[in-house]
């Protein structure tokens, strides 16, 4: 550790060639953005969408996943388009 840097909240590990010292400053940052990121996300307020367990064919399940990101969405469309 170089003079005049604070002391580390999370010091690195010794074995690790790839870990760094985290400083208590660096820490709180990303505490506050990790914070800010999930009040951003998940189901807007008075969504009628309810959380489920499924179990698809994996083939299925492949062939949404490949178009990208929504996958979750076209299934539910699809789904509907069906009943």
Known sequence: MVKNEPMPAIPADPNDPD???V???ALQIA???REERRRKGGRPRGSSKEQVTLRL???ILAKFRAGGPGWQSRINEALRRSV
Request: net charge negative; aromatic share 8%; no cysteine.
């Open 19 to 21: 870990d760094f010292d």
């Open 23 to 25: 400083t208590g400053e």
């Open 31 to 33: 505490l506050r953005e």
């Open 57 to 59: 064919d994996a083939e």
